[in-house]
């Protein structure tokens, strides 16, 4: 079953397993000595994480390391750009609005002391 980015990101424990590795790759049992859970619980992290491409497995005699492939969140960043333009300009425009009210009150003697 292939994954949605999404989905992987959601949860806050996949989320901080991408942390940990995206600065070196560790085995299973060096990525479940992160977290408090069980090594099972860490594998079924790592399933979905891998699953929709966040993280691959190499093996390396008996051992399997878990890599972070970061390049996966564009699809992320894409789409929260197109959020994060939208709520600047409506920043923008309310920035503006309260600046002509400012300005309004004042001329009216309307500005507010501070207690």
């Not at 424990?13 to 479940?32: C, D, F, M």
């Amino acid at each position: 079953m292939r994954r949605d980015v999404f989905q992987a990101i959601a949860d806050p424990t996949r989320r901080e397993i991408i942390h940990v590795l995206a600065g070196k790759s560790l085995t299973l049992n060096g990525v479940a000595d992160s977290f408090g859970i069980s090594r099972q619980a860490v594998s079924k992290h790592i399933k979905i994480l891998t699953e929709c491409g966040l993280v691959t497995i190499k093996e390396s005699g008996r051992e399997r390391y878990c890599q972070a492939k970061l390049d996966q969140l564009n699809e992320v960043s894409v789409w929260v750009e197109q959020y994060r333009k939208f709520f600047e300009s409506t920043l923008d425009s309310l920035e503006t609005y309260l600046d002509k009210l400012q300005s309004k009150n004042k001329k009216n003697g309307k500005t507010k002391r501070k207690k």
